[in-house]
T-cell receptor, first 114, second 111 residues
């Protein structure tokens, strides 16, 4: 099956800990994205990558880091500098390198702080 | 930057009735307007999109209309069914820029 997978489904973070959220796609899409979703809020863009080894900050990049070493993978690290990390994190991908193209979302990872 | 406002935040309709969700945008250069449906605990799924060179697009029970002059676009769902219950998000973007999402509408279709 083609699609976007995110793991884990739930993730718990302790104070001062960095955690990494996985996102993998087998759609052969060039672009990948990370969004954060809070209750009653729309999706806010954290980072995006239009091509391997390149990525751009979104609206709320502070406290997060990403890498794009492979076309199919775009992991997100929530660092200890992110003071309010509890949220639902969504990964998406789109076919071309144009950021405006239709985006397809993964099932999400819910991050909770212990 | 682009500001997308979505109304209403919650909407309850009876099965078989129509539902309409409206969004306004601020940047007149925006030219791509997708709608996403998100079921509880899942990622959003694209249900329909429209580009600024057309005023209306239909896909079975779902339609989207765009008024570029007024800078608003709407999602219309006819003959609603309980499985239409979900949160719906609109978004807008212009060439070279990321999607800006509305805050969502929670639609409840009651039998």
């Amino acid at each position: 099956d083609g699609g976007i997978t995110q793991s884990p489904k739930y993730l718990f973070r302790k104070e001062g800990q960095n955690v990494t959220l996985s996102c993998e796609q087998n759609l052969n899409h060039d672009a990948m994205y990370w969004y954060r979703q809070d209750p009653g809020q729309g999706l806010r863009l954290i980072y995006y990558s239009q091509i391997v080894n390149d990525f751009q900050k979104g609206d709320i990049a502070e406290g997060y880091s990403v890498s794009r070493e492979k076309k199919e993978s775009f992991p997100l690290t929530v660092t200890s500098a992110q003071k309010n990390p509890t949220a639902f994190y969504l990964c998406a991908s789109s076919m071309g390198q144009t950021i405006q193209e239709t985006q397809y979302f993964g099932p999400g990872t819910r991050l909770l702080v212990l | 930057g682009e500001n997308v406002e979505q109304h209403p935040s919650t909407l309850s309709v009876q099965e078989g009735d129509s539902a309409v969700i409206k969004c306004t945008y601020s940047d007149s250069a925006s030219n791509y307007f997708p709608w996403y449906k998100q079921e509880l605990g899942k990622g959003p799924q694209l249900i329909i999109d429209i580009r600024s060179n057309v005023g209306e697009k239909k896909d079975q029970r779902i339609a989207v209309t765009l008024n570029k002059t007024a800078k608003h676009f709407s999602l219309h769902i006819t003959e609603t069914q309980p499985e239409d219950s979900a949160v719906y998000f609109c978004a807008a973007s212009k060439i070279g820029y990321a999607l800006n999402f509305g805050k969502g509408t929670s639609l409840l279709v009651t039998p």
